[in-house]
């Protein structure tokens, strides 16, 4: 049974960068991609990116400009930056699993979710 | 990016009752379409995939239908537990969206 953990900063001041990671423990992360997903306070999901075991990315179009994600196999860990912060940006960050491709592509194991608030 | 559109936006009923909730995308998505349920402070959990598929470990209450544009998710006797804000997501495209959820409450 695969765990998903994120963990970072809960603190980010505007125009900065916000970095957080997801663990991943059990299970295999080969076959799989390994996204972010936001949601601000009281709203709705919002897809950031993905990667795949290999490298491999995809970012949503809104954000590809400030975003980046990476993956360290070998700490079974992926990690997220989003650059120029703003308030706007305030939300519950979470890690999720999913396929990457064909028409069995959810999001079937996910990690608790971190709030990370943008504020001097 | 493909817009998932989701109705009602809140929806109020009681225990037992049987309820449809609606997702409509911008273009066809085929069967690419899955559900999840959200409760307050919790991460959304997988109910549905491509359209009909039971997750494993969700009760048969729930159900899925459509494709093309136009899809539903059934809860066919509503239990204290389902009440929770559902989503819809597509994964027709790899820039994924959600529907805006619509929001389960007790009558």
């Known amino acids: 049974q695969v765990q998903l953990q994120e963990s970072g900063p809960g603190l980010v001041k505007p125009s900065e960068t916000l970095s957080l990671t997801c663990t991943v423990s059990?299970?295999?992360?080969?076959?799989?991609?390994w996204s972010w997903i936001r949601q601000p306070p009281g709203k709705g999901l919002e897809w950031i990116g993905h990667i795949s075991y290999s490298g491999s990315t995809n970012y949503n179009p809104s954000l590809k400009s400030r975003v980046s994600i990476s993956v360290d196999t070998s700490k079974r860990q992926f990690s997220l930056k989003l650059s120029s912060v703003t308030a706007a940006d305030t939300a519950v960050f979470y890690c999720a699993r999913n396929p990457g491709s064909g028409v069995n592509d959810y999001f079937d194991s996910w990690g608790q979710g971190t709030l990370i608030t943008v504020s001097s | 990016d493909i817009q998932m559109t989701q109705s009602p936006s809140s929806l109020s009923a009681s225990v037992g009752d049987r309820v449809t909730i609606t997702c409509r995308a911008s273009q066809s998505i085929s069967r690419y379409l899955n559900w999840y349920q959200q409760t307050p402070g919790k991460a959304p959990k997988l109910l549905i995939y491509?359209?009909?598929s039971l997750q494993s470990g969700v009760p048969s209450r729930f159900s899925g239908s459509g494709s093309g544009t136009d899809f539903t998710l059934t809860i066919s006797s509503l239990q204290p537990e389902d009440f929770a804000t559902y989503y819809c997501?597509?994964?027709?495209?790899?820039?994924?969206?959600f529907g805006q959820g619509t929001k389960l409450e007790i009558k």
């Open positions: 059990g299970g295999s992360m080969g076959s799989y991609y």
């Open positions: 997501q597509q994964s027709h495209s790899t820039s994924y969206t």
């Open positions: 491509a359209a009909s």
